[in-house]
């Protein structure tokens, strides 16, 4: 589910579910926790995020997406990578849609191959990420990309990703972790007070209660039903605004 390799002082942590392009189940979650557990009690300076078999993460696994509890434990991984005391790099190829534009939204540095994909098609399915994700996003990717991923669904390439600074190099997970290598030979109380430095510029803010509120509308809706029906049908939703 979750492989976790040592590369000296660099945790490579695969998601490995390729029957389902890695999308990410309660099981993945809690395996992505307990990585993250691993890499800041086994001392690491990097730990870079992939995906096994040509996909980095498709999203969450729709059979699980609605339980509040799986939604809580996405928001936990999240924060864990973000806030982690080391670098964290997302190691990017073929799908990162949803969930996994996410996760590497919450990274602190990106390399993607430039077919790569980047998208959070949630207006697809009628349901919403949280506000931190979108907070980040725009720190990230800015508010152009960020509007046109949000908004009109759209998806980018990881050269088109590259070339708007969202992703800082192009390059397989050879090239990460021959990167993360690099990194682990510097100053780590240096990188940890700057990564501080860098999360508080983003100035990120708790979710209004009027986004709280339209994230609740919409994940009460019947819309979100109609969407993930579309999504198991495969076929085109059918949205009402309801």
């Known amino acids: 589910m979750i492989r976790t390799e040592w590369h000296?002082?660099?945790l490579?942590?695969?998601?490995?579910?390729p029957e389902r392009r890695n999308a990410l189940d309660a099981d993945a979650l809690e395996g992505l926790l307990a990585?993250?557990?691993t890499a800041s009690t086994g001392d690491a300076r990097v730990l870079v995020l992939t995906g096994a078999e040509g996909h980095f993460?498709?999203?969450a696994d729709l059979s699980g997406v609605e339980d509040p509890a799986f939604v809580q434990r996405l928001n936990e991984v999240l924060e864990g990578l973000r806030s982690a005391r080391f670098p964290t790099i997302a190691a990017v190829d073929g799908a990162a849609l949803g969930?996994?534009?996410q996760l590497a939204v919450a990274c602190d540095l990106r390399v993607a191959t430039p077919t790569a994909t980047f998208g959070i098609p949630a207006a697809r399915l009628g349901l919403m990420v949280d506000g931190w994700t979108v907070q980040r996003l725009v720190s990230m990717a800015g508010q152009g990309t960020a509007r046109a991923m949000l908004l009109a669904a759209e998806t980018f390439p990881g050269a088109d990703a590259h070339r708007t600074g969202f992703v800082q190099r192009l390059g397989g997970l050879d090239d990460a972790l021959e990167?993360?290598?690099?990194?682990?030979?510097?100053?780590?109380l240096t990188i940890a007070g700057h990564k501080i430095g860098c999360n508080e510029a983003e100035n990120l803010v708790a979710a209004s209660d009027t986004y709280r509120a339209a994230w609740a509308e919409a994940w009460a809706s019947a819309d979100l039903a109609e969407g993930l029906a579309a999504f198991n049908e495969r076929r085109g939703a059918r949205f009402a605004g309801e």
């Open 8 to 10: 000296d002082r660099v």
């Open 12 to 17: 490579c942590v695969t998601i490995d579910r």
């Open 35 to 37: 990585a993250t557990a």
């Open 57 to 59: 993460c498709a999203g």
């Open 99 to 101: 969930a996994g534009t």
């Open 179 to 188: 990167w993360a290598g690099a990194i682990a030979q510097l100053a780590p």
